[in-house]
């Protein structure tokens, strides 16, 4: 029996573990990723749980269009390899995400 996604609503302020800027809060969602360098940390299971042991950096390797007009950020866990995606927030650095559209990595690229 297929279980639908539990989504826990966090949106506190943090500094990104990659770029180091400092993150506040989106206000209307949660913020799962660096909106500088787009890079995110591996610390959920369902969307705000904080569950995931892992807690590996998620690096963005791809951009896919999406039909409502917004972008998914594909990361790869740099620690599990563990892949997935995000929606792209409305002050993310669109120019970091058009350079990722243009050279996209392969998702089974180690």
């Known amino acids: 029996m297929e279980t639908k996604s539990k989504f826990t609503m966090i949106d506190e302020p943090f500094i990104c573990d990659v770029c180091g800027r400092e993150v506040k809060p989106l206000g209307y ?36 269009p999406s039909k409502k007009g917004t972008h998914k950020i594909v990361y790869k866990c740099l620690k599990c390899g563990m892949q997935k995606k995000n929606i792209a927030a409305k ?16 998702f089974n690229q180690k």
């Open 29 to 64: 969602t949660a913020r799962d990723h660096c909106p500088y360098c787009l890079s995110s940390k591996h610390v959920d299971i369902n969307p705000g749980d904080r569950a995931e042991k892992c807690h590996g950096t998620l690096k963005p390797i791809a951009i896919e």
């Open 91 to 106: 002050d993310d650095n669109f120019d970091l995400i058009l350079k990722i559209m243009s050279n996209p990595v392969s």
